[in-house]
Nanobody
Framework: QVQLAESGGGLVQAGGSLRLSCAAS????????MGWFRQAPGKEREFVAS????????NYADSVRGRFTITRDNTKNTLYLQMVSLKPEDTAIYYC???????????????????WGQGTQVTVSS
């Protein structure tokens, strides 16, 4: 089993910055690809960013490209999402997710991720 725990959410003003963290525990070895997704009330869950084991490949949603940066520290079993120039439309619950062992693609599809955290709320005020 893999357990994921997000942290770092909060309330910020538009234009501000926030860094999210996702700590992984349990059977994390082999979970090469990690991702961030978000979901606002009444809306579908959407892809934010993903990264492979060696951080040699990243994938970003068009809506966050240039503003968000996904990184990982495998020695700490931690995934990060650095968010800058935040906009009110970034308001959502942010989830980290991990693909199952053996999968390589930095997929943007939530159905391709087997393990999920509980989410952390990000609110951006005008």
């Amino acid at each position: 089993q893999v357990q994921l725990a997000e942290s770092g959410g909060g309330l910020v003003q538009a234009g501000g910055s926030l860094r999210l963290s996702c700590a992984a525990s349990g059977r994390t070895f082999g979970n090469n690809v990690m991702g961030w997704f978000r979901q606002a009330p009444g809306k579908e869950r959407e892809f934010v960013a993903s990264i492979n084991w060696y951080a040699s490949s990243t994938n970003y949603a068009d809506s966050v490209r240039g503003r968000f940066t996904i990184t990982r520290d495998n020695t700490k079993n931690t995934l990060y999402l650095q968010m800058v120039s935040l906009k009110p439309e970034d308001t959502a619950i942010y989830y980290c997710a991990a693909r199952e062992y053996g999968y390589r693609s930095t997929s943007s599809q939530s159905r391709d991720y087997a393990h999920w955290g509980q989410g952390t709320q990000v609110t951006v005020s005008s």
